[in-house]
């Protein structure tokens, strides 16, 4: 019997919808309302006695949703789950690995506290590791990491011709290694300087020899879009067309749009591990084989 079933946070039916039908797993509905004050009403229908939850909910601009993804938790094992899994596609507080100035919240911590006191096992993609070697050295459950690189590197290879794939940091260059060896393309990685939220500066690769390509700008976040913004200048500057944008996590903080228009850049696509409107890479196929993995590890 297939003992999994999957259940959406709300806001994440469709993503699940599409997970349960990549794992061939039944799909169980959550009820889910706010009473007047705010507070929240959870209900799922259904005997869940020595099944496997998959409870999907993807994290992004995540306050809003810490409580009620516990809440739904305990109530999955409440009900009789025998283990209660998180499908985070977007795994947040992972960027504060470091207490950069003293009396700083170390948010990566705290939050990987909760989750692995909550559930059996995570299962995400492409975390930011770049401090933490791996989810282990914060998480205490077991994961699965599931990787955006050979969707990206697909969808630049159907839509960029003679491609470029540039890193906008050394941070990046994961990302853009793994993409650009899938398909043997050229690849550069850039460095950068960050002076605030919204205020990066980057510095141009050698770009010898790589005239008549497309640089395609490849990172695994895109929050005020002013990491992508000053690459595409500096490529500009270099003489480069205006790059083509592939990320992982399209998180498109609030004037992140226009940040990127200004710096005329016009086509961005990120994976749907967040809702955007640019998020046209579905992942749904690859995270199906990572929750196996995870539940069969189990036993
Ligand atoms: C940096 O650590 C990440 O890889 C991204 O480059 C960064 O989060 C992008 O942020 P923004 O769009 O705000 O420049």
């Known amino acids: 019997m297939n003992r999994a079933v999957v259940i ?9 919808n599409r997970l349960a039908h990549a794992m061939q797993a039944e799909r169980i509905g959550l ?3 706010r009473f007047p004050d705010g507070e929240s ?12 939850a998959v409870l999907v909910a993807t994290l992004d601009r995540p306050d809003p949703k810490i409580p009620r993804l516990l809440f739904a938790a305990d109530l999955a094992r409440d009900l009789g789950a025998r283990r209660v899994v998180l499908v985070a596609p977007y795994l947040p507080y992972m960027r504060q690995d470091h207490r950069f100035d003293p009396g700083e919240a170390l948010t990566s911590v705290s939050f990987a506290k909760r989750i692995s006191a909550t559930f059996d096992g995570l299962v995400t993609v492409d975390p ?8 282990d050295a914060v998480y205490t459950i077991p994961s699965e990491v599931v990787a955006a690189a050979p969707a990206l590197a ?3 290879t159907a839509t960029v011709d003679r491609p470029l794939v540039v890193g906008p940091d050394e941070e990046s260059g994961q990302w853009v290694r793994a993409v650009a060896e899938a398909r043997g393309l050229p690849w550069r990685v850039m460095s950068k300087q960050r002076f605030g939220d919204h205020d990066v500066r980057i510095e141009a690769p050698d770009l010898d020899g790589l005239d008549g390509h497309h ?4 990172d695994d976040i895109l929050s005020s879009g002013a990491t992508l913004a000053d690459a595409a200048r500096v490529l500009a500057e ?11 996590h399209g998180l498109f903080g609030e004037r992140a749009r226009d940040t990127l228009a200004a710096a005329g850049i016009e086509t961005v696509v990120c994976t749907d591990s967040v809702d955007a409107q640019e998020a046209r890479i579905d992942l749904a196929e690859r995270i199906a084989p990572a929750v196996r993995t995870l539940l069969d590890a189990g036993g």
């Open 215 to 218: 640089p395609v700008l490849v």
């Open 238 to 248: 270099a003489g480069l067309p205006i790059p083509a944008c592939a990320v992982v």
């Open 31 to 33: 009820v889910y309302r």
């Open 8 to 16: 959406a946070l709300p806001g994440n039916e469709a993503r699940a």
């Open 41 to 52: 009403f959870l209900r799922i229908d259904a005997d869940l006695a020595d099944r496997d």
């Open 128 to 135: 930011h590791l770049h401090r933490y070697p791996t989810l």
């Open 154 to 156: 697909e969808w630049i």
